[in-house]
């Protein structure tokens, strides 16, 4: 399944929160297929596929993100579904000012902000970039974060929609971020997999939300927060959305629930599943930076 994409395994790599060595004993086997290992440290909780691609894999894998968004339109309106939600839920806690979306693709999530916002966005597939500049008048940079071309203290609100998981040096991004961040600024992470979900725990790599080319890092609030430090941010609103999004479907999902461990405690994991759509899965955080 992931053959085309062995040549950019990288090296085994540090904790990201802790500096953990990566063959230290309290590195823990947490999932695993086919050559990919998710270990969990156990000193700090993060839980990281190491080795996961290279950024040049996961750069080609990328190259053409928005194709493969185009190609399910089923998915394509979920996402515009709970695209309202997640914007709702933030524009609660801030309704104007300047916005960067960081891995915007082709602008969909920006499109559902009031236009009292400012909308700037950072994407590394072109095509994504292209789209977004003929479709929107936003402004839609094909940039990385750490190396674009925005000035310090630019945003009041800076956007990490299903992206932060990603990548592979997500420590060096979230200090650009501060730099960027006015003092206090809001930082959004949302369609995020939560580590300290019912699912991740039971599931592992047979969790919906386990892809290890994709989901590299896996967090929970806690290590996410400790990650961007605790001492640069607050945390002033968490969400879990479930109930009322285009992925619920509470009795089909409560059955497949309930199938699942019935046959894992029958030792018929084999015959399990991947994950349904559940409470908790996803996680999304509003931190406040700090004014000092």
Known sequence: MYDEFKEYLGPARPCLICGDDPNASA??????QEYFRAVKCEKCGLVTVDPGLTEEGLNVYYSNNIGRRFNDDKKMR????QYLLDSDFLEAFISSGKVLDVGCNGGFFLRTLSDAFEKYGIEIDDEAVNYANR???FNIRQ???GEDSFEKSTFDVIIFRGVIEHMYDPKSALD???????????????????????????YREKWGLWHPIQHINIFSV????????????????????????PYENQTEDYQKLKRDIILKEKGQWDSVEK??????????????KSSV
Do not use: Q
């Open 176 to 202: 650009r971020v501060h730099a960027l961040l006015k003092p206090n600024g809001k930082l959004f992470f949302s369609a995020t997999p939560n580590l300290s979900s019912f699912c991740a725990d039971f």
């Open 135 to 137: 479709h929107f008048d």
């Open 78 to 81: 979920d996402r515009e579904r």
């Open 222 to 245: 806690d290590t996410l927060h400790a990650l961007m430090g605790k001492e640069r941010y607050a945390i002033i609103a968490t969400d879990y959305p479930y109930l009322g999004t």
């Open 275 to 288: 994950s349904p759509p559940f409470w908790g899965n996803m996680m999304t955080v509003i931190f406040e």
């Open 143 to 145: 940039e990385w974060i």
């Open 27 to 32: 590195r823990t086997l947490w999932a695993e």
